[in-house]
T-cell receptor, first 113, second 112 residues
């Protein structure tokens, strides 16, 4: 039973434009959401997170938006750079579940020159 | 400098053999986790440990075993009972808040 879903397996964007990655979840008990970036054959790197009590968190070029009523979050990358080409995983966790992470299947982003 | 190390990067084993993957961290984190990643899928939790000498099963613990004798170390043994052991294995750790996990570089295990 996948509680976190990333329905777009891939995204192609031109350098300098905005990348928007989407994530949906089913469990309303999740209280913390994270985005990780992963290059092939490497471990995921933590990118940005958001608590369920907020609706937006920004860190440089990365902004995460949370819509709790829709059980939806998105990651915006502006402007997109070639080094952003990677797989991005959405993850969710809750204190009642020992903070175990539930991951989406990932979205592969390709930034075109 | 602080971080999580996993060794080796690539590991090959014959079918039917047990193999142990190493995970060490010097971040002074209490919690440690093991995940596996298969092509086209997200990460799935195998085992986790919140404190030394204690660990819990994750979503796919069958065929795996762990130990947590030291805070810094959380080795994972892939036993011959694991039906599809070929995968990319990732270790992670989390500090006091537990809300953010940090990952090691991973070990690619191939069972021949």
């Amino acid at each position: 039973d996948q509680q976190v879903k990333q329905n777009s397996p891939s995204l192609s964007v031109q350098e300098g434009r905005i990348s928007i990655l989407n994530c949906d979840y089913t469990n309303s008990m999740f209280d913390y959401f994270l985005w990780y970036k992963k290059y092939p054959a490497e471990g995921p790197t933590f990118l940005i997170s958001i608590s369920s009590i907020k609706d937006k968190n920004e860190d440089g070029r990365f902004t995460v938006f949370l819509n709790k009523s829709a059980k939806h979050l998105s990651l915006h990358i502006v402007p997109s750079q070639p080094g952003d080409s990677a797989v991005y995983f959405c993850a969710a966790t809750m204190i009642y579940n020992d903070y175990k992470l539930s991951f989406g299947a990932g979205t592969t982003v390709t930034v075109r020159a | 400098d602080g971080g999580i190390t996993q060794s080796p990067k690539y590991l090959f084993r014959k079918e039917g053999q047990n193999v142990t993957l190493s995970c060490e961290q010097n971040l002074n984190h209490d919690a440690m986790y093991w995940y596996r990643q298969d092509p086209g899928q997200g990460l799935r939790l195998i085992y986790y440990s919140q404190i030394v000498n204690d660990f819990q099963k994750g979503d796919i613990a069958e065929g795996y075993s762990v130990s947590r004798e030291k805070k810094e170390s959380f080795p994972l043994t892939v036993t011959s009972a694991q039906k599809n052991p070929t995968a990319f294995y990732l270790c992670a750790s989390a500090g006091l808040g537990r809300d953010t996990q940090y990952f090691g570089p991973g070990t690619r295990l191939t069972v021949l």
